[in-house]
């Protein structure tokens, strides 16, 4: 089932000299389940595309569909709404509170929707990212990898349409991102969860089901 559709996306910033396309005309789907990696180098537009989609970031042109509806159409409270129960996005720099401990950060979003807490859940979620004896842990007192593992918790935690991955393993050594992809890898197929995201690295894109190559705001 085809659950994202991005049209003729494109984003400009700044005027004549000033100007910069970062997004050239942009199209592609994806399909339920399936692990994309967009790969490019610095400054070839895959972080304004990932946060395009996110709804982050409102293109110059084209549309955003998820499930058939254009979330550029939407109001931003909706947005909102939708970044938050359907949209999972881990970030390079994990984005955690510091004040809140790993099962916390994880429970961020239930919070904040005031739904009920699945503790069953939680604790499978905690299991999974092998965080047992940190789960009572402030963010400072993991290491990078353990952090990032919190990130990807706390998105599998909505049960996402999708989880946008932005350079995940960008700020960790080999074995950390290592494990960070292997982690991926799992939810992909034990969560049947959709995933794309941005890298760098070829042999971390290799991972991934699909790889999709990105150059001057243009796929190559």
Known sequence: MKILKVENLSKVYGKGDAKVIALNNISFEVEEGEFIAIIGPSGSGKSTLLHTIAGLEKPTNGKVYFYDKNIYEMNKKDLTILRRQKIGIVYQFYNLIPTLNVEENILLPIELDRKKIDKNKLGNIIKFLNLENRKKHLPNELSGGQQQKVAIGRALMIDPTIILADEPTG??????????????????????????????????????????????GKFI
């Open 171 to 216: 700020n960790l050594d080999s074995k950390s991102s290592s494990e960070i992809i292997q982690l991926l890898q799992k939810a992909n197929k034990e969560y049947k969860q959709t995933i794309i995201m941005i890298t760098h690295n070829l042999e971390i894109a290799k991972l991934a089901d699909r790889i999709i190559h990105i150059e001057d």
